[in-house]
């Protein structure tokens, strides 16, 4: 079952504009995470955010989580061409609950330069 | 550090036959996750390993899926007979322990069942 909705399902802008994606989910969790695939390829860790952060920054990426309203946002300033590419947010409910992630449905971005 | 490895990386069947796919995850790591990813969509967990023992297959399709880790490191995962909605990306991961947060992704198998 997917656990994450994601939102938008797509997403244009031009380089150099920032891209925020936002995604919602149903359960308590241990943690959010977000990662991005490439067309054709495996998916990539980009972020972790953990239940008792608010924000977390990793270069050209930040991450905020809201758990009171079970949402967490994902924005990568600056957008670069090299950034196309399907973004996923996945969230764990920790090793005591079996530890897998369960994903959503994902949000494509394209940069044009 | 070498990645997770799959293969093959694309395989055309017609329905009804059976097929096979490889993972070698990344050396040490002790979890192993098979996905299924249909187009469109988000990957879905099919069955994940600690070590050689089954720790979570409740979304694995056992009329037709099998999968199997001996010895702890590689892993197979044979789909017998193959059916139409069984066309997905199938996805490899590994963790160094299921407690470990991050997982990391082989490149996948594309599947498409004709």
């Known amino acids: 079952s997917q656990q994450g909705e994601e939102d938008p399902q797509a997403l244009s802008i031009q380089e150099g504009e920032n891209a925020t994606m936002n995604c919602s989910y149903k359960t308590s969790i241990n943690n959010l995470q977000w990662y991005r695939q490439n067309s054709g390829r495996g998916l990539v860790h980009l972020i972790l955010i953990r239940s008792n952060e608010r924000e977390k920054h990793s270069g050209r990426l930040r991450v905020t989580l809201d758990t009171s309203k079970k949402s967490s946002s994902l924005l990568i300033t600056a957008s670069r061409a090299a950034d196309t590419a399907s973004y996923f947010c996945a969230t764990d409910s920790g090793y005591n609950q079996g530890g897998k992630l369960i994903f959503g449905q994902g949000t494509e971005l394209s940069v044009k330069p | 550090e070498a990645g997770v490895a799959q293969s093959p990386r694309y395989k055309i069947i017609e329905k009804r036959q059976s097929v096979a796919f490889w993972c070698n995850p990344i050396?040490?790591?002790?979890?192993l996750y098979w996905y299924q990813q249909i187009l469109g969509q988000g990957p879905k967990l099919l069955i994940q390993?600690?070590?050689?023992?089954?720790?979570?297959d409740s979304q694995l399709p056992k009329d037709r899926f099998s999968a199997e880790r001996l010895k702890g490191v590689d892993s197979t995962l044979k789909i017998q007979p193959a059916k139409l909605e069984d066309s997905a990306v199938y996805l490899c991961a590994s963790s160094p322990r299921p407690d470990t947060d991050t997982q990391y992704f082989g490149p996948g198998t594309r599947l498409t069942v004709l």
């Open positions: 050396s040490g790591h002790a979890t």
């Open positions: 390993f600690q070590n050689n023992g089954v720790v979570d």
